[in-house]
């Protein structure tokens, strides 16, 4: 197998207690031509100080330390600008790799002359007496999905960008939107919408650590309307690039209004109420679409109508 260099683009904050688990699982990839960027996003615990920690011991790691707090979005992007591979893989600092990750996802990358390689993902549910869970969804066999496919995946379920290694050139004009949560999902249907052969690996590859405090887990907040924002945003896209994905985009950002639209009448604050507003007027001006959807099931369409009343 050719030795080509692969970024490895891990944005850290708030993760000195899993950050060690992290790198080591980087450091002892089978595959060893990787250029490790690690990317301090001005974390108040010691995770800044283990990465330095650990570029002392191995060459190939790179330390970048932002001068304020700017979220991962800003992270990942300015490891995309500092990377030198020909390929991309993103983590999190507080997840770790199987050892032959690296390594799998380029030979089957190959294998299947994809533009993009998915690995399968063991999720790690962290009790409050420290222990582990390991859930894993049912397992599907290797495939390969088109442009098409792959962005119907985005839009009915859900996606993420780390666990798959990318073609550099993927990124040549694409960044994470900065200042948002759930920037995954419009950058997956980005990158997904120009390619060719996307392939999805049943074998797991990436252990996805869930945290009772992590972004994902903690209460509803203000800042989840970026959900909205986000699935307004690709119903545009898939408009101008792929009209018969028009019912899946609409799926997504009805479901996600109602879901924001339910959570906000939970907040006091003054922003939640004309959030709240705005919201109901868009679910009302949407409603006779989420009556026709093929995608939402009978409780969201009644929840549509309840919600547009």
Known sequence: MNKELISVIVPVYGVEQYLPDCLNSLIHQTYEHLEIILVDDRSPDRSGEICDQYATKDPRIKVIHLNRNSGAAVARNKGIDAASGEYLFFADGDDWLVSDTIEYLLMNMRKYNADCCVGGCITVLEGGDGSLEYCR??????RCLSAREAMRHVLLRESAVWNRLYRRSAFDDIRFPEGRINEDEPVALWLYSRMERIVFLEKATYFYRKRKNSVTTSAFSLRELDCVTNSRENLEFVKTVDPDLIPAAEFKYIKT?????????KLKAPQAREAGKELHREIRKNRRIALRNPYLGVLLKVLAVLCAL
Do not use: E, I, S
């Open 257 to 265: 209004m109602l879901w924001c639209y339910v959570n906000l009448r």
């Open 137 to 142: 969804r049912k397992q599907v066999p290797d």
